[in-house]
């Protein structure tokens, strides 16, 4: 069973990744941009399922994993906070550039937005390596059942990056707007991001198994 406090924690690392630049916001706001909202809306929704093919492959493998390897926890510790010092860097690194660029796209069929969505995710590394690294942090194979607990933990990240991708894919046009008359406010965000991602990282370094 999850405690209060780890699932607050969980639900903000997962609104700060969900919010950190790569190939699934890229795309679902470029379709926005580019064929209006109700095409973001459907490579979304394609982006989502991918989710969920992540989630039942971490959950099998990590399952597996740390049952039978406990010192595989220290291991992943470590990979989920140099995991996320490297997402602070490319959120701060020189020459950075935001998913709100307009660009020029072919109009696509609603199932090749869907299906587009789909493999983005499935595809993206990113992903991947934040359910193998990230989710051990908050597994504890002595409250019973690991797979139960990742489900959780997956529902939590993507009920987060469904929600805020929306709200980014209704508002793309009014964000790429305001983006272009404000630089300034664009590397503040960047220097925050990049910030929080350093302290949640720290504090997985710091964390010990219970």
């Not at 069973?1 to 699934?24: I, S």
């Not at 925050?192 to 720290?202: Q, W």
């Amino acid at each position: 069973m999850l405690h209060v406090g780890e699932v607050a924690w969980f639900a903000l690392a997962a609104l700060v990744l969900v919010l950190t630049p790569g190939p699934n916001m890229i795309y679902c706001v470029s379709r926005s941009l580019a064929q209006g909202p109700r095409a973001g809306l459907v490579s979304l929704g394609g982006v989502l399922l991918g989710f969920l093919a992540h989630l039942v492959a971490a959950t099998l493998g990590l399952t597996a994993l740390l049952l039978a390897v406990p010192i595989a926890f220290d291991a992943l510790r470590i990979a989920g906070a140099a995991y996320l010092l490297w997402l602070a860097w490319e959120a701060v690194r020189p020459g950075g550039s935001t998913p709100f660029q307009p660009r020029a796209l072919p109009i696509d069929s609603t199932a090749k937005l869907f299906r587009m969505g789909l493999l983005t995710n499935v595809l993206n590394p990113k992903v991947a390596i934040f359910y193998l690294s990230f989710f051990p942090q908050f597994l504890h194979p002595e409250r019973g059942n690991v797979a139960w607990q990742a489900l959780q933990l997956g529902a939590i990240q993507i009920l987060t990056s469904g929600a805020v991708n929306a709200l980014l894919v209704l508002g793309a046009g009014r964000i790429s707007s305001f983006l272009a008359r404000s630089r300034g406010w664009l590397r503040a965000q960047r220097w925050v991001m990049g910030t929080v991602l350093g302290l949640l990282a720290a504090r997985i370094a710091l964390l010990e198994q219970k």
